[in-house]
């Protein structure tokens, strides 16, 4: 059914498996425990973060499909994507696979815009089983959006440091796992925000403006939930939405988290927390599955939030574009 941005799936396409890895700075979250994987090092004995970060996609894609015991031969599509140029890592992780590829770029709410075309595609038929999978590395994604780290560049109190982890999620119509039954699809939003190492302010009004419609379209709200999660909005960002939220008569309460906010500790010197599209894939396939397998979540309003912004465009001064999408998973 289909409502303005939302669809609601007639056949609620399942997860039924996950994989999730971190980086050895994510060692350290409260939520470590969960990771299904953990590097001792940033470049996992390759020659580059850029191969490392498409090691760690080719790693959570292949565990995702064992762990479904299914062989690559039953994934009738990929749907990937990444934070580097032309999603390089991406592309050419899918060498490794033979199977129909959908290269997605969604910036950081890439997790959440892959579950939400792979459902829409097992829903409709079409396919059976796709893997949905993103990655970053910070080594990789900092000298891609800002500077090389070789130049020690100072970091503003508005900074958040870019996630090394990622995860898979198997969607399929049969198995075992939280169904994903509802998505919306967001707009582009642009709130004329120039910085680029002030993602939260910048992202929270697309997280705000897909939330507001998926609960009119829905006709549900906040408290419905058992747990809402965005992506990585960070500590200024997740401030941000709260009070944009109230302003438009929408509370959030004690059920609302922000993935970038909680995936570090205090004391690692993070600023505002987490970012890249690694976090809130990382956070999904491991803590947010795991609980709700256990029954201590059963429905969650997982939300992604993506900056669409690139050197090119930060160097000419033009303002940030982003979006959110949402997806609904329930037991």
């Known amino acids: 059914m289909k409502n303005n941005q939302t669809i609601i799936f007639k056949n609620k396409p399942k997860i039924i498996s996950s994989y999730s890895i971190a980086g050895p700075k994510e060692s350290y979250s409260v939520f470590a425990p969960f990771f299904d994987l953990v590097l001792k090092n940033d470049l996992w004995d390759c020659d580059s973060y850029e191969m490392a970060e498409r090691k760690m996609l080719e790693h959570v894609i292949f565990n995702a499909i064992e ?124 709130y004329d925000i120039t910085d680029a190492n002030n993602m939260g302010a910048a992202m929270a009004p697309s997280a705000m403006t897909t939330l507001i419609q998926h609960f009119k379209n829905t006709k549900t709200k906040p408290e419905d939930y058992d747990l809402i999660v965005t992506g990585d909005l960070g500590k200024l960002g997740a401030e941000i939405l709260i009070d944009l939220m109230e302003h438009k008569g929408y509370k959030l309460g004690q059920n609302y988290m922000d993935c970038g906010h909680c995936i570090y500790t205090n004391k690692q010197h993070t600023f505002m927390g987490g970012s890249g599209c690694g976090c809130s894939a990382l956070m999904l396939n491991s803590y947010i599955i795991k609980k709700m397998k256990q029954k201590i979540y059963n429905k969650i ?22 979006i959110a999408h949402a997806i609904v998973l329930e037991n």
Request: net charge neutral; charged share 15%; hydrophobic share 40%.
């Open 67 to 190: 762990r479904a015991k299914r062989n690559p031969s039953d994934i009738d599509a990929l749907l990937c994507g990444d934070l580097l140029n032309q999603i390089i890592s991406s592309s050419f992780a899918a060498r490794k696979f033979d199977v129909t590829y959908i290269g997605l770029f969604g910036a950081c709410s890439t997790m959440a815009e892959s579950l939400a075309v792979g459902a829409c595609l097992v829903d409709g038929g079409y396919f059976q089983t796709v893997a949905c999978a993103t990655a970053s590395h910070f080594s990789s994604v900092e000298r891609q959006f800002r500077m090389p780290l070789e130049l020690g560049t100072q970091r503003p109190p508005t900074a958040q440091w870019t996630v090394t982890g990622g995860g898979c999620s198997i969607v399929g119509k049969d198995g075992d796992g939280p169904k994903i039954t509802t998505a919306t699809f967001g707009k582009v939003v642009d």
């Open 301 to 322: 309003l997982f939300v992604a939030t993506g900056a669409l912004l690139s050197t090119t465009s930060s160097f000419q001064g033009e303002s940030i574009p982003c």
